[in-house]
């Protein structure tokens, strides 16, 4: 089964959530997809090894071939390719390496080279069934789809995956919440944190993905999120108070479930709601 914890905003607590739950649970794998600022591993001891490069397929432009036609650039919607009266330049930061540029060349002029644009990392010792997994984009690289893409690729579909999505709903959060089989979507009781769900639940029901809430410090704020919840009929699965020692653990980078067991149970639960709702009810 495939678990997505996402949030519309940053702070509410996600990766935190996503990295006890995988603590609590057997044969797991986790995804750090958050990949321009991953944080999973901040939390876990573990030595990481690199699985691989992401690569993007870049044009390269054979001028020899090239008779400044302009196809290329009219077929560019990200305005990687720009023909001039005597020249053609590419710009590989803005190329999404979708290859129509090369398909649509009359000339043959233009071939794909691989451009690396981040790493995947896993954890060296995997023993005991927990599998970390982490993209990394390079520092300056705009686009984080690739690399969470080809880090979800490692998903075995007979484990269960929790994934950490980036905040927010952009590209990266659809690639990261794509294809998975529930969606928790982590919020805070303020207006805020009201504000951003909104925008995630109409995320996640665009996407026609099951999904319930988990409000973090549901004891800072107000009501509203519970009744919004309520009044959409959206399961609030699971509820955790502005604790202090919850607080003090994870500033010191220790999973909160280590040094609470009594967690543990509740994270084990959850993931019972979470198979029921998704084999029938869900939201
Ligand atoms: S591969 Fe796609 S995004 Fe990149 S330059 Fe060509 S048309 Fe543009
Ligand atoms: S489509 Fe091909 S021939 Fe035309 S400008 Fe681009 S690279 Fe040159």
Avoid at 253 to 279: A, C, H
């Amino acid at each position: 089964m495939k678990i997505a914890i996402a949030s519309g905003k940053g702070g509410t607590g996600k990766t935190t959530l996503a990295v006890n739950l995988a603590l609590a649970l057997e044969d797991v794998q986790l995804f750090d997809c958050d990949v321009e600022e991953p944080n999973c591993h901040l939390f876990l001891d573990l030595d990481l090894i690199k699985v691989e490069d992401v690569n993007i397929p870049t044009p390269e432009i054979d001028k020899s071939k090239c008779d400044l036609c302009g196809k290329c650039s009219e077929f560019c919607r990200f305005n990687a390719i720009a023909v001039l009266p005597k020249d053609v330049m590419v710009f590989p930061a803005l190329c999404h390496g979708c290859g129509g540029c090369t398909i649509v060349c009359p000339k043959e002029a233009i071939i794909e080279k691989d451009r690396s644009i981040g790493v995947i990392d896993r954890n060296k010792n995997s023993s005991g069934g927990f599998e970390f997994y982490r993209g990394l984009l390079d520092i300056g690289e705009p686009m984080a789809s690739p690399v969470i893409s080809a880090l979800k690729k490692h998903i075995d579909t007979n484990r269960t995956a929790i994934i950490d999505a980036p905040p927010g709903t952009a590209c990266p959060v659809i690639t990261s919440v794509g294809n998975v089989d529930y969606c928790i979507l982590v919020t805070e009781s303020t207006p805020f944190g009201l504000h951003d769900l909104m925008l995630a639940v109409d995320m996640v029901r665009i996407l026609e993905i099951p999904f319930g809430v988990i409000i973090n410090r549901h004891d800072i704020g107000d009501e509203k999120v519970e009744e919004y919840c309520n009044s959409q009929g959206i399961t609030i699965l699971m509820k955790i108070p502005h604790d202090h020692k919850i607080a003090r653990l994870y500033s010191e980078g220790i999973p909160f479930i280590s040094s609470m067991p009594e967690w543990k149970d509740r994270f084990v639960n959850l993931f019972e709601t979470i198979k029921q709702e998704y084999g029938g009810v869900g939201s």
